[in-house]
């Protein structure tokens, strides 16, 4: 069965911090997806990066950069120089082999202060 | 841009009501989900469809049921609503290959007094 953790159920941080928000997951599957996605208080999910888990090299997107590490089960995402419009509830999630259905983690909400 | 749109953002009704969330997406999507979202649990299946007029039970399909008549378009029915239905509701799509990404409307808040 696939299982994902996100440990930290809230992160508080200031404006400018850096800021790590973990992900830890369960698979028997060879071959998966994972992704993050982020919803701010206004409700709707937004898609931000999908893993291959055959591509395991980090990537970086302005000031977001993903660190996806098979060894360890994780996939997790820093936050560089955060920003007050980065609050929001972050969540990662990973698709069961053969199924559409993701399984979401319970997220993370960051809160940054200015 | 993909748009997933939810007919109502906020939305009252009383127990024992029979209530309609609508959904409809603009982007040839096969895959729909209907998603509820409570503080500490996350998001939890409801119910999903991979084509028209085809679902599947998901996680917690107990006093809903889905339709699905036309591809862009997958409907959250509410039997007889009771207060512990009271949450959020979200609706998502997505293409139909594996590892597609899922795109989410506004969400829907619905409030069972």
């Known amino acids: 069965a696939q299982k994902v953790t996100q440990a930290q159920t809230e992160i508080s941080v200031v404006e400018k911090e850096d800021v790590t928000l973990d992900c830890v997951y369960e698979?028997?599957?060879?071959?998966?997806?994972l992704f993050w996605y982020k919803q701010p208080p206004s409700g709707e999910l937004v898609f931000l990066i999908r893993?291959?888990?055959?591509?395991?090299q980090n990537e970086i997107s302005g000031r977001y950069s993903w660190n996806f590490q098979k060894s360890t089960s994780s996939f997790n995402f820093t936050i560089t120089a955060s920003q007050v419009v980065d609050s929001a509830v972050y969540f990662c999630a990973l698709p069961s082999g053969g199924s559409y259905i993701p399984t979401f983690g319970r997220g993370t909400s960051l809160i940054v202060h200015p | 841009d993909v748009k997933v749109t939810q007919s109502s953002r906020y939305l009252v009704k009383r127990t024992g009501e029979k209530v309609f969330l609508e959904c409809v997406q603009d982007?040839?999507?096969?895959?729909m989900f209907w998603y509820r979202q409570d503080p500490g649990l996350g998001l939890r299946l409801i119910y999903f469809?991979?084509?028209?007029?085809?679902?599947e039970k998901g996680d917690i399909p107990e006093g809903y049921s889905v339709s699905r008549e036309k591809k862009e378009r997958f409907s959250l029915i509410l039997e007889s609503a009771s207060t512990n239905q009271t949450s959020m509701y979200l609706c998502?799509?997505?293409?139909?290959?594996?590892?597609?990404?899922?795109?989410f409307g506004d969400g829907t808040r619905l409030s069972i007094l």
């Open positions: 998502a799509s997505s293409y139909r290959p594996l590892g597609q990404p899922q795109h």
């Open positions: 982007m040839d999507h096969e895959n």
């Open positions: 893993r291959n888990s055959f591509d395991e």
């Open positions: 469809s991979y084509d028209v007029k085809m679902k």
């Open positions: 698979t028997r599957d060879t071959t998966y997806y």
